[in-house]
């Protein structure tokens, strides 16, 4: 038997093989939309594919369940309640799909969505118990998965069917079945997820929060306290995986485009996101540009923007890291890109385009700053965030808000932008000094850089 998991950065996304070598046969969990590494495994590893299986309609990412069956004939597996509208089988609570000598039986486990399914791995050559379960978003290391992204009426119904899951359904579970979750550390599908990359039932009915309330209104109080808001994505995703993404060859592949053109993309209305690093960008960009440096949270604050009826443009140093854009942007459903600006930032200057700046400074000057009343503290991390730590005299107003269109209440004068550690700030100075503040400063390091420079925090 093998379980071997595959791991998307920046999503904190899992997927999982499932594997019987001796009958030469692999079932794919929760695969994500570029199947490439998928392919290379099986073909590695002399196996069939004979079952896709999705655990959800995913919210977070575009899933790679209809691209794989294209690639290889084989079927899709999805729980009942999904109303997917392409081509799967749908599964009903105790279904079972032979892997080899291997089963995976499905597990309703509402309440992250209501069609969520968790698969329990069974070896029965072994034992009659299952031996693990991939759980999707119902659960993870330390945290269950938050029952608030299909809107507020659709909680109060999902929040309730989270409450039997945890207590009804997975709590009898044995203490030794291995948990192997849809996400780690970083991805918003849960409140504050674990980095570790499994965990066990018994591991989360002893110290698992949610496992360990005296009734319903505990329960109920203690998930939701401090819940994050969303990205503003998610519900376009849901609605891309329901009905089926476009398969990737289907896309236009974006090409390099001259300085007019990107002149006249702009003036169209496409969105230009600059992936450079965050001092790159500082130091000259392209008027207008959102500054949305490639790496772990890429993915992510690309999504907040929600692009999706326009077209995109990147800036970028080098045709591998459009590529790799590329392939971030297609991962949550962001398929409208014209291409990259041939040449970077070094052709814009050279044919004498106009150019900004945003000022940076670090946090040593910036105290200096605020006691001179020169500058107004804008803090854009989310708000349970700024509770927690707060610098005196800074107003909160999340970067999430600022990338919606969202505009905080200001006096006028200098803007200080500050978030944990510089990316997110960099973002929403670039979408406020695109929208005409001009300005705009950004806090280097951000409170991490704050924290270790000794300073204080606290509202007065």
């Known amino acids: 038997m093998i379980v071997e998991r595959s791991f998307t950065p920046g999503l904190a996304e899992v997927a999982y093989y499932v594997a019987d070598e001796a009958a030469g046969e692999v079932a794919i969990i929760d695969p994500r939309r570029d199947i490439d590494e998928y392919l290379a495994w099986i073909t ?72 969520h399914i968790a698969y329990l791995l069974f ?68 409140k504050k997820i674990g980095d570790a990359p499994n965990t066990t039932m018994g591991q989360e009915k002893t110290f698992g929060y949610a496992f360990n309330q005296p009734d319903k209104a505990s329960f109920i109080k203690v998930v939701m306290d401090g819940m994050p808001k969303p990205p503003a994505y998610y519900p376009f995703m849901k609605w891309v995986n329901k009905v089926g993404p476009a398969l990737l060859a289907e896309l236009p592949g974006g090409k390099a485009l001259t300085v007019r053109e990107v002149e006249l993309a702009q003036a169209g209305g496409a969105l230009l996101i600059d992936t450079r690093p965050a001092a790159a960008f500082a130091a000259g960009h392209i008027p207008g540009a959102v500054a949305v440096g490639l790496g772990e949270s890429f993915a992510i604050w690309a999504g907040w923007l929600t692009p999706y009826n326009r077209e995109v443009v990147l800036v970028v140093d080098s045709h591998d890291q459009f590529i790799e854009a590329r392939t971030e942007l297609h991962r949550i459903g962001i ?42 503290l804008l803090d854009v991390r989310d708000a349970a965030e700024w509770d927690e730590a707060a610098i005196a005299g800074s107003r909160n107003f999340s970067a999430g ?25 960099m973002v929403a100075a670039s979408l406020l000094q695109a929208a005409g503040m001009d300005n705009v400063v950004n806090v280097d390091g951000g409170i991490k850089a704050w924290r270790e420079a000794g300073l204080p925090t606290g509202r007065n």
């Open 401 to 425: 808000r600022i990338a919606q269109g969202g505009k905080p209440d200001l006096d006028g004068g200098k803007v200080a932008v500050l978030c944990g550690g510089g990316f997110r700030s």
């Open 123 to 190: 070896d029965r050559a072994e034992s009659s118990d299952p031996v693990a379960m991939f759980s999707g978003d119902i659960l993870f290391a330390g945290e269950i998965g938050r029952p608030d992204l299909l809107g507020e009426d659709a909680q109060k119904k999902l929040i309730e069917q989270l409450y039997d899951t945890i207590y009804n359904r997975l709590k009898p579970l044995p203490d030794g079945v291995v948990v192997y979750p849809g996400h780690t550390a970083g991805s918003p599908c849960g």
């Open 335 to 376: 398929d409208k890109i014209a291409g990259w600006l041939d040449g970077g930032m070094a052709a814009w200057v050279a044919a004498g385009k106009p150019v900004k700046s945003v000022e940076t400074v670090s946090v040593r000057d910036l105290v200096g700053q605020l006691k001179s009343g020169d500058v107004t």
């Open 44 to 115: 590695r590893h002399g196996m069939r594919l004979v079952a896709i299986c999705e655990t959800h309609v995913h919210a977070d990412f575009v899933s790679g369940a209809r691209e794989l069956a294209a690639a290889t004939g084989a079927p899709v597996y999805a729980g009942m309640f999904g109303e997917t509208e392409f081509p799967h089988t749908a599964l009903e609570d105790g279904q079972e799909i032979r892997v080899g000598s291997l089963t995976l039986k499905a597990l309703w486990s509402p309440g992250h969505t209501p069609e």
